[in-house]
């Protein structure tokens, strides 16, 4: 299987790519939008995003997801534990400067105030650890992960520095090809977008069939389609399987009521769901 990436080699989504399927070969990709191109031009690559992180929220990909619509294969709630990484010989006290993405320096904020590090924001953490092992400076350290340390021979000078020890990232693996599991007694998350007809009370008629057919949702976030403010979609991830009779009525229902809907993936939900 080839998986597309965004950010250099030993991202925390090539990580998490990896730990899902050991035997994988995963491609680097400069931005998000290479990854949705890659894989909705070719169907034997499949990609992975990160899609909201415990800690931060949102990742911000969601235009992406509306515009490619490409189809969810599974999801992993995958840990994201940062490691301060410094080049080989040094100790944490000759590190003054730290550099990593602005949402891993925002999640270690506690270890780089303790420890008066100078944070310094990069595109990425794996990046970062690239750079700090070109610079060979003993002043210079990365928040990056333990796949990092190892691609770019640096040693991790201290683990888990993040301020939540559990702190974990949603992946979703997408692709063009569609691909429906076949319903059976494992716990199934439904995923679909859509956008209302301009009418009052849209939202609240058209989730009026969830709440009557007793579905449970677990998502369900608008966002402004680009280059608008005032034409939005919504994301939503529901328990149970598109060939679900609860989950077909829910759905024949909530189309009456829209402009637009796109059902994104039927997949297994990931055991961490059960935390």
Known sequence: MKIAYQGVSGSYSESCARFMYPDCETI???????????????????????????????????????????????????????????????????????????????????YIKNNKLLENVRADTA????YISEQKDKTKGAIASKLSAEIYDLEILKENIQDDKDNFTRFLIMGKEII?????????????????????????????GFAINGVNMTKLQSFPEK??????????????????????NSLEELA???????????????????K
């Open 180 to 208: 429906q599991p076949e319903i059976d007694k494992e716990k199934y998350i439904t995923s679909f977008l859509f956008k209302l007809r301009d009418k009052p009370a849209a939202l609240y008629s058209a989730l009026s």
């Open 127 to 130: 990046g970062s650890a690239k």
């Open 28 to 110: 680097s990709c400069k931005t998000f939008d290479e990854c949705f191109e890659k894989a909705n031009d070719n169907s034997e690559i499949k990609t992975i995003i990160p899609e909201s992180n415990k800690t931060t929220g949102n990742i911000g990909v969601e235009y992406l997801v509306f515009k490619y619509r490409l189809n969810i294969y599974d999801e992993c709630f995958f840990p994201i534990n940062h490691n301060l990484i410094g080049i080989k010989g040094s100790k944490i006290s000759d590190i003054k400067n730290v550099y990593s993405h602005a949402q891993a320096l925002s999640q270690s904020s506690i």
């Open 256 to 274: 009456f009521h829209c402009e637009d809907m796109h059902v994104l993936g039927v997949y297994k939900a990931h055991e961490f769901r059960k």
């Open 227 to 248: 280059n608008s403010f005032s034409s939005f979609f919504f994301l939503c991830d529901i328990d149970g399987h598109l060939d679900d009779k609860k989950i077909k």
